[in-house]
């Protein structure tokens, strides 16, 4: 049968050490094996995990300090329960405070100093519109003049334009494109010959073709290439003369409309420069005064921030564990520690070989001495997923957190809680000792009841199935049992048919 761990074991323990000495005390007789039996109860049984642990906070908050003033007053002490918002401790603030007088007198200077200059400005903001205004008009007049040569220039000022326009384009044509039925025939000639020069070379040089074919081979392909080139030529020629007699053409027309775009640029840029002048009137030279008094209050905001902090104050609601800051010393790590009595919990550890029946969410009941009796209820709401540091391989544990749902002002962080894990209760099931239940020769689970035939009285067996188990009863059905059904209570030394003499009873409880 499945051992666990007891806390009621002692009980069993005296009872049977009673049933013994009694037993061994009383006479045999001859008639049998002496034995003592006990009643099958019926009731609720409860299955838990008995442990131990602390009271402790479900919600612990660190405090610490953000600057590193001496501390100048501190108006609270351990166990003080405190509100969110509550001053903790005070830093000295004096040095602090001289600089924040100190930046406030230099940010009220620049303002003034800012204010002065836009002053000044106003005046030429007034002139700078004026010349923006010009310089807007002589843009717009610019712009007709403009698109009058550029329209001139593009459309040209007579036939003749037209037409050294369509020879300029046809002698580009010719001069550009290799595909023309002239450079095509002459390229031809010209890629012919030079493939019959390279087949005479090779007869030549074989010895198989006379010098003077080779010649002739060479003067065919000499004459191909003067005239091939020469074709080029002549098309670069007329090329270049068509381009110089349309740029010609088109000079007067074309110098216009240069010299408009020109002033046309200029005009744009009269106007860009009008602009920016305008807008450097409107904000002067403050922009980089602003920017200096804006790095002013960003200073000075930090020195405000820095003295709110001076005022270390309570984020939560809660008791104060650790004050660990006096008068005169300077904020290091943690400060205060405040936890939160409204959510408690109790901290203990589960043997590893109870591991496995624990789970997140199961109820426990919680005691403590300084509570007397009464119960609290709570439920498992963390598992560690690794063992604390064990000191033997049967000595593995594992931290198990149970929160406490009715904690209540009588219960304290610190306190010593005794918990119960509840892995399973029944009601109504029929139930004995541990040591009640034992194993006959197949292995099983068996207790023996009290047979009699006429004056001879003999140990019967009956096969039981078990359930579950408390700290000292385990539940048990079989053929015949109910409650109040006798049974022996030293199964280990029985057997089925033995003979006995029943000497006491005991009476079950709890």
Same mark, same amino acid.
Do not use: C, H
């Given at each position: 049968?499945?051992?666990?761990?007891?806390?009621?074991?002692?009980?069993?323990?005296?009872?049977?050490?009673?049933?013994?000495?009694?037993?061994?005390?009383?006479?045999?007789?001859?008639?049998?094996?002496?034995?003592?039996?006990?009643?099958?109860?019926?009731?609720?049984?409860?299955?838990?995990?008995?442990?131990?642990?602390?009271?402790?906070?479900?919600?612990?908050?660190?405090?610490?300090?953000?600057?590193?003033?001496?501390?100048?007053e501190i108006r609270v002490s351990e166990g003080d329960v405190v509100k969110k918002g509550d001053i903790l401790a005070i830093l000295d603030t004096d040095?602090?405070?001289?600089?924040?007088?100190?930046?406030? %007198? $230099?940010?009220?200077?620049? @303002?003034?100093?800012? !204010?002065?200059?836009?002053?000044?400005? &106003? =005046?030429?903001? /007034?002139?700078?519109?004026?010349?923006?205004?010009?310089?807007?008009?002589?843009?717009?007049?610019?712009?007709i003049i403009y698109d009058n040569a550029k329209k001139e220039y593009e459309s040209g000022t007579s036939a003749n334009i037209e037409k050294i326009k369509i020879a300029y384009e046809q002698a580009k044509s010719n001069y550009e494109d290799e595909n023309?039925?002239?450079?095509?025939?002459?390229?031809?000639?010209?890629?012919?010959?030079?493939?019959?020069?390279?087949?005479?070379?090779?007869?030549?040089?074989?010895?198989? %073709? $006379?010098?003077?074919?080779? @010649?002739?081979?060479? !003067?065919?392909y000499d004459t191909?290439? &003067? =005239?091939?080139? /020469?074709?080029?030529?002549?098309?670069?020629?007329?090329?270049?003369?068509?381009?110089?007699?349309?740029e010609n053409i088109g000079k007067n027309t074309e110098d216009a409309y240069n010299t408009a775009s020109l002033d046309l640029n200029t005009a744009k840029s009269n106007y860009e420069s009008a602009k920016i002048e305008l807008e450097q009137a409107n904000s002067g030279d403050t922009k980089v005064a602003e920017l200096g008094r804006d790095s002013q209050q960003v200073d000075l905001d930090q020195l405000t921030e820095r003295l709110n902090n001076a005022a270390i104050t309570a984020p939560s609601d809660g008791t104060l564990a650790q004050v660990n800051l006096k008068v005169g010393q300077t904020p290091s790590g943690i400060i205060f520690v405040i936890e939160n009595t409204g959510g408690l919990r109790a901290k203990t550890y589960?043997?590893?070989?109870?591991?496995?029946?624990?789970?997140?969410?199961?109820?426990?009941?919680?005691?403590?001495?300084?509570t007397g009796e009464k119960e609290y209820s709570g439920k498992v709401s963390y598992i560690a997923p690794t063992s604390k540091d064990?000191?033997?391989?049967?000595?593995?544990?594992?931290?198990?957190?149970?929160?406490?749902?009715?904690?209540?002002?009588?219960?304290?962080?610190?306190?010593?809680?005794?918990?119960?894990?509840?892995?399973?209760?029944?009601?109504?099931v029929l139930y004995v000792p541990y040591d009640y239940v034992g194993k006959n020769a197949d292995g099983k689970d068996v207790v023996y009841v009290i047979e009699k035939s006429g004056k001879e009285i003999a140990a019967?067996?009956?096969?039981?199935?078990?359930?579950?188990?408390?700290?000292?009863?385990?539940?048990?059905?079989?053929?015949?049992?109910?409650?109040?059904t006798k049974v022996i209570t030293t199964p280990d030394d029985i057997e089925t048919g033995d003979k006995v003499v029943v000497r006491a009873e005991d009476k079950a409880g709890a």
């Open positions: 049968m499945k051992k666990k761990s007891k806390k009621k074991i002692w009980i069993i323990a005296a009872i049977v050490a009673v049933i013994v000495i009694v037993a061994v005390a009383l006479p045999k007789g001859g008639k049998g094996k002496t034995v003592a039996t006990d009643s099958v109860l019926k009731g609720e049984l409860v299955s838990s995990v008995d442990v131990s642990g602390p009271i402790e906070s479900e919600q612990e908050t660190n405090v610490y300090s953000k600057e590193t003033l001496l501390a100048k040095e602090l405070e001289r600089e924040i007088a100190k930046q406030k %007198l $230099a940010l009220e200077s620049s @303002d003034k100093s800012i !204010a002065e200059q836009k002053t000044s400005n &106003s =005046s030429n903001a /007034a002139k700078a519109k004026s010349n923006l205004d010009a310089a807007e008009d002589s843009l717009k007049k610019q712009q023309s039925p002239e450079i095509v025939n002459a390229k031809s000639t010209l890629d012919s010959t030079g493939q019959k020069l390279t087949a005479a070379k090779t007869l030549y040089e074989g010895g198989d %073709l $006379a010098k003077n074919d080779f @010649d002739a081979a060479q !003067a065919a191909a290439s &003067s =005239s091939y080139d /020469a074709l080029k030529e002549s098309y670069r020629r007329a090329y270049e003369q068509a381009s110089l007699d349309y589960v043997k590893e070989y109870n591991l496995a029946d624990v789970k997140i969410g199961q109820t426990a009941v919680i005691k403590t001495n300084g064990a000191t033997s391989a049967s000595n593995v544990e594992f931290e198990v957190r149970v929160s406490i749902d009715d904690a209540d002002e009588s219960l304290r962080v610190g306190m010593q809680a005794r918990v119960n894990i509840i892995l399973a209760k029944k009601e109504g019967k067996e009956i096969l039981v199935t078990t359930g579950i188990e408390s700290d000292v009863y385990v539940e048990i059905s079989g053929d015949g049992i109910t409650e109040g």
